[in-house]
């Protein structure tokens, strides 16, 4: 139990917050209301061993940069509290559980499960090559209301893929925030990022940008899918969060930046969800 105890710090379970509201907001507007006790079960199941298996692919496959990293040097796998035969052991073991939970939602979640197991190899490895790293996060990310969708309706349709895009434009923007950190480590190491790459002010631009054009896809989704004021309570509601996520990343400041990165990140993901939840609930559709 201490070893998966260990594991769990190793992924850091508690940012699951960013994605699972989403895949719940996706199953909410997918059904109109709430899905079946099993529905949400097996997605809850599906999205928590997904995500264990892209954080553990990420700590497996960086273990080598992180221990050379001052900010990520004290990880579970450079300090050896947990090894690499274990973590894969857990990863594999999710991997199951990630298929077994698929094949239970629908037979079409079961044949493209394998897309979000590719595009998390991808990420894991694309601070080699790419400085676009962010936005194939944010795609990882924004698989999640997609694949709930599927999961609800077995088909996939404008709208989730809108909310999708403006997932994945949320998490890049948030992403770039917290590789400021390792600007200067990136550059020296030969590692590719937007901070790396445009320096410090150009970067906060491209996060507010990517934050700017996530919001103005959230209020367009007010009217694709026939959404009411209360949506759009708490689509303002995250437009303040960012607002003040951005305010406290300054270019010649940036101690606050892992509360910009967690806090006001999982109070959007939170808020979204609670606002749908509540839209459907004060129209009756609940």
Known sequence: MEKVTTFFRMIKIEHSLFALPFAFTGALLAARGIPSFWKIFWIFVAMVSARTIAMGLNRVIDAKIDSKNPRTADREI?????????????????LVVYEIATYQLNMLCFILSPI?????????????????????????????????????????????VLLGIAVLLWVAGFDIIYALQDLNFDKNYGLFSIPAKLGIKNSILFSRLFHLTAFIIFVYLKVYFGLGIVYIAGIILCGLFMLYEHSLIKSDDLRRVNMAFFNMNAYISITIFVFVFLDFLLRGMI
């Open 78 to 94: 450079p300090t050896g509290k947990i090894s690499r035969k274990k973590a894969l052991l857990y990863i594999v073991l999710s």
């Open 116 to 160: 979000p197991l590719i595009v998390f190899v991808v990420y894991s490895y694309s601070k080699r090559f790419t400085s676009l790293c962010h936005i194939i996060l944010g795609v990882a990310l924004g698989l999640a209301p997609i694949g709930a969708w599927v999961a609800i309706n077995g088909t996939v349709n404008f709208g989730i």
